[in-house]
């Protein structure tokens, strides 16, 4: 079969392209089915740019997307992780895999009803400053497994007198402002459950309204930017 090329799908005339008033009027059963967990469904056309990019490169892992700090003070490895699994509840895309179980072997992407992503603390003992953001730089190097997932990595990077928060995502799911707003959440339910109270993350009656306003999910998004 013939895959549509990255330069193909980088000069598609946008214009023909779903406007958000189509977008609207998704059809809510639609809707319902194909964000359900589990169900398969197509790629949008960045996502079949840095899909293709991804199988072709030499250096898959140059669409990795990371954030990286230093920390401050002490930060238990146990408040870390079940910060990680609470978004990994709240964000069905980092539950996100990509097989080429499609038509004629074309890429699809399911959400997975669930995924486990271990906070994995590496030990650098002797290693500060430039050396230890150095042995960052290759962990979030290494490259991601699009069809067994999960695309997202959690490590602390223990150096002689520092640690380094890693937080390491494929482009394919989330891009760099998405990143921010991820971090945010992160850190935000780390602290809350360090300090033993539940985390006060955007609130889920807000995300309810919106919700029901636009009757809309990212995996119908996809099919209609087809």
């Known amino acids: 079969f013939k895959q549509k090329t990255?330069?193909?799908?980088?000069?598609?005339?946008?214009?023909?392209?779903?406007?958000?008033?189509?977008?609207?009027?998704?059809?809510?059963?639609?809707?319902?089915?194909?964000?359900?967990?589990g169900a398969a469904f197509d790629l949008s056309p960045g996502q079949q740019a840095i899909w293709l990019l991804t199988r072709t490169s030499r250096n898959p892992a140059l669409w990795n997307t990371f954030f990286a700090a230093r920390v401050d003070g002490a930060l238990a490895p146990q408040a870390l992780q079940r910060a990680v699994d609470l978004l990994l509840q709240r964000h069905p895309a980092l539950r996100c895999v990509f097989t080429e179980d499609g038509p004629d072997g074309a890429p699809r992407q399911r959400v997975l009803p669930h995924a486990a992503v271990p906070v994995q603390v590496l030990e650098c003992p002797g290693l500060a400053g430039a050396a230890?953001?150095?042995?960052?730089?290759?962990?979030?190097?290494?490259?991601?497994?699009?069809?067994?997932?999960?695309?997202?990595?959690?490590?602390l990077l223990r150096g002689?007198?520092?640690?380094?928060?890693?937080?390491?995502?494929?482009?394919?799911?989330?891009?760099?402002?998405?990143l921010w707003l991820l971090v945010d959440e992160l850190l935000?339910?780390?602290?809350?459950?360090?300090?033993?109270?539940?985390?006060?993350?955007?609130?889920?009656?807000?995300?309810?309204?919106?919700?029901?306003?636009?009757?809309?999910?990212?995996?119908?998004?996809?099919?209609?930017?087809?």
């Open 6 to 37: 990255a330069y193909e799908i980088s000069t598609r005339d946008w214009s023909s392209d779903v406007c958000s008033s189509d977008l609207l009027r998704a059809d809510p059963a639609a809707t319902v089915d194909a964000a359900e967990d």
């Open 132 to 155: 230890l953001a150095e042995a960052a730089s290759r962990a979030y190097q290494q490259p991601f497994d699009l069809a067994a997932g999960p695309l997202l990595r959690v490590q």
């Open 160 to 178: 002689e007198s520092e640690t380094v928060l890693l937080l390491t995502v494929h482009h394919i799911v989330y891009d760099g402002w998405s």
């Open 188 to 226: 935000a339910a780390c602290r809350a459950f360090a300090e033993g109270r539940a985390p006060a993350l955007r609130s889920e009656e807000h995300t309810s309204e919106l919700q029901s306003r636009v009757d809309i999910s990212y995996a119908v998004f996809c099919l209609k930017k087809k």
